[in-house]
C-alpha cells in the first residue's frame, strides 16, 4: 500500500438539496488531502443541482441524468474513480469528522497488508435534528453471520471502505436491486470466506433516519432475493424474526418516534444474532462430543 493512497468518496443523490451541502463540506473539509468526490445526481428538480455547480471547487467530477436507481449512480461513479479506497455515501450521510480518514489510514494499510480488501468502522444513525439514535457497526465474525448464515442486515455500509481490487474480482453493483444491492454486493464477495477488518470505536459516517432503507418490508424481501440468488439458504429464523419486525416497525415508529424504533430494531438484531451464534456454538459442542 502506498503511503498516501488515493480515497474515492462516491455519493448518490436524487433531489437532496436539504442535506447534499452537509454531505459535501464533510469530504471537503477532510485533513487528508489525497481524496475525490464523485456525485452522481439522477435528475434533480430541488436545487441540487444548483448546489453541485456552486461547489465544483469541491467536487472531482459529476454529471446529472435520469438513473435506474442508488446502484446505477454507484455503478456509473465507479468509471470515474481513481481510488485505491472506494467509500460510498447517500446525499444525507456525512463523514462524522474533519480527521475520519486520517485515522483510518493506519487500519488500512494493516488490513492490506494482512489481505483483506475491506475495512469499516461504525455508522451513527442520527435524526434530523443531529441526535445520536444508535451506532451500527460490530465485530466481522457477527457481521459475516448476520449477511452470510442469518440473513439479516447486519451492516452500515457507510463505514466500509472497499478495495477497488473487490469490484475487479466479483463485479459492480446489481441494478436490478433498489434496496438491497450492497448486502447483495457482500455477499457475492463474502460467501465463501474471507475476511474483513473492523475498526472498533472510530465512527465514520453519519447516517440519517429515514430515506430509501426505511422501507422495510422491502428491505427484507430484498435481502431474501439476494440470497437465492447467490444460491445461499433464504428462510432463517433471524429473517423471519427480522419479517416480523419490519411489519411491526411502521406503527412502532409512529408509537414511539423514529428515533427509539431504530434502537429497539438494532437491540433486536443483536439478540438475534447473538442467540444464532450460541445455538451455533451448541451444535458444534454436541458434534465434537459425539465423536
Known amino acids: 500500500m502506498t503511503s498516501n493512497p488515493l480515497v474515492s468518496v462516491i455519493v448518490a443523490v436524487y433531489n437532496g438539496a436539504k442535506t447534499l451541502q452537509r454531505c459535501i463540506d464533510s469530504v471537503s473539509d477532510q485533513t487528508y488531502l489525497n481524496k475525490e468526490l464523485i456525485i452522481i445526481d439522477g435528475g434533480s428538480t430541488d436545487g441540487t443541482i444548483e448546489i ?21 449512480a454507484w455503478n456509473k461513479a465507479l468509471g470515474h474513480a481513481g481510488g485505491d479506497w472506494i467509500c460510498f455515501l447517500g446525499s444525507d450521510d456525512y463523514l462524522w469528522k474533519s480527521n475520519v480518514f486520517e485515522e483510518i489510514m493506519p487500519h488500512l494499510a494493516r488490513a492490506e497488508s494482512q489481505g483483506m480488501r475491506m475495512a469499516y468502522g461504525q455508522v451513527a444513525r442520527v435524526t434530523e435534528n443531529n441526535e445520536i439514535s444508535c451506532v451500527d457497526g460490530n465485530s466481522w465474525e457477527y457481521t459475516r453471520r448476520g449477511i452470510v448464515i442469518d440473513g439479516i442486515c447486519t451492516f452500515a455500509h457507510q463505514g466500509m471502505f472497499h478495495h477497488r481490487s473487490l469490484f475487479e474480482l466479483y463485479g459492480k453493483f446489481d441494478e436490478s436491486f433498489r434496496i438491497a444491492g450492497d448486502y447483495e454486493l457482500l455477499i457475492r464477495i463474502f460467501k465463501d470466506g474471507g475476511d474483513a477488518y473492523f475498526i472498533n470505536g472510530l465512527i465514520v459516517a453519519g447516517m440519517q433516519i429515514g430515506g430509501i432503507t426505511a422501507n422495510t418490508i422491502k428491505l427484507i424481501k430484498e435481502t431474501a432475493r439476494a440470497r437465492q440468488k447467490n444460491q445461499l439458504r433464504v428462510i432463517t429464523i433471524p429473517w423471519l424474526i427480522s419479517y416480523a419486525w419490519a411489519i411491526c416497525f411502521p406503527f412502532l415508529s409512529f408509537l414511539i418516534g423514529g428515533k427509539y424504533v431504530r434502537y429497539l430494531v438494532n437491540s433486536g438484531k443483536y439478540s438475534v444474532a447473538y442467540l444464532s451464534y450460541q445455538r451455533k456454538a451448541i451444535l458444534e459442542r454436541k458434534n465434537k462430543n459425539d465423536q
Open 52 to 72: 453541485l455547480r456552486s461547489n465544483q471547487d469541491k467536487i472531482t467530477y459529476w454529471q446529472s441524468g435520469p438513473d435506474n436507481g442508488i446502484y446505477d
